[in-house]
């Protein structure tokens, strides 16, 4: 059976834990990261990016020259810390709270980060995940949790992304979040995983219809990555062996992960459309 991955989201800690303590710890960029001015003038929205992956993704976009806001559900003291590492560059950036299981709420949220931008956005970062904790069957996964989880996975991206496309102009990208569980589903986390294969044909099925109005639609795969649902979904056992399935023989950092979306939000990648770019430490799609 395959751990879990990412996500809800470096040199300094490559075995993603201390040695010893069982303890996840995770590296985002703060000090690592440097910039190159790849995102200059860019307004971008990412979901999901108090933590994690999205931060890792907010401090590279913010040291990429972009003005950045983040949305989060709950962690406010994260969602602060993040927004501060965004401002210290010298960008605009908010962080707004929001719960994407909410149709209404994801208009908002656009409606709130495009204002704050000063009204415009070129990369939406759909990034933000629920994921229940692992269960021993699927009789486990109850009506409750399987509606959160698509709801705020999979309608949540899709009403985000709707309210989107009234701000987004040619030459603006968007770029979803799945997983390798989309391709190597772990049985205890089935519905999760469901939700990530729904995104892969989602980002496939969008950027036919967007790239030819000039939008581009790619998604990332994480494998393993150490993250804060990564604790919260597994017992001290599983973290163990965490990552222990790449080719690397360990688990990625956050920080590892910020040159893909960097990549995917630039100009580098303007002939790039309806790729799922994996970054899973070799393990194959």
């Not at 459309?273 to 899973?280: D, Y």
Request: with cysteine.
């Amino acid at each position: 059976m395959r751990p879990n991955n990412e996500t809800n989201a470096g040199r300094g800690a490559p075995e993603g834990r201390s040695k010893g303590e069982g303890e996840v710890k995770a590296d985002h960029g703060e000090t690592s990261y440097r910039g190159s001015g790849r995102l200059a003038g860019r307004a971008a929205l990412i979901t999901g990016g108090d933590s994690g992956i999205g931060r890792a993704a907010a401090i590279a976009f913010a040291r990429e020259g972009a003005d950045v806001v983040i949305a989060y559900h709950a962690s406010d003291d994260d969602a602060q810390d993040t927004l501060r590492l965004i401002e210290a560059e010298g960008r605009r950036g908010a962080a707004l709270q929001t719960d994407l299981a909410d149709p209404r709420a994801c208009r908002e949220l656009v409606a709130r980060a495009v204002e704050a931008l000063g009204g415009r956005l070129d990369v939406l970062v759909n990034n933000a995940a629920y994921q229940g904790k692992a269960v021993d069957s699927f009789e486990q996964i109850d009506e409750e949790r399987l509606e959160r989880t698509f709801k705020t996975n999979v309608l949540g991206t899709f009403h985000v992304t709707r309210a989107a496309l009234a701000h987004l102009k040619p030459g603006a990208s968007i770029i979803n979040v799945t997983s390798i569980q989309a391709y190597h589903p772990t049985p205890s986390i089935v519905d999760y995983s469901s939700t990530k294969g729904a995104l892969t044909t989602f980002t496939h099925g969008l950027a036919k219809e967007l790239g030819p109005k000039g939008i581009r639609v790619n998604a990332i795969a994480p494998g393993p990555v150490v993250t804060p649902l990564v604790a919260k979904s597994m017992g001290q056992e599983a973290l163990g062996t965490f990552g222990g399935s790449t080719v690397l023989k360990r688990p990625a950092q956050p920080a590892e992960l910020a040159p893909a979306f960097v990549y995917l939000a630039s100009d580098e990648s303007r002939f790039v459309v309806g790729e799922v770019l994996r970054v899973t430490g070799g393990e194959g799609l």
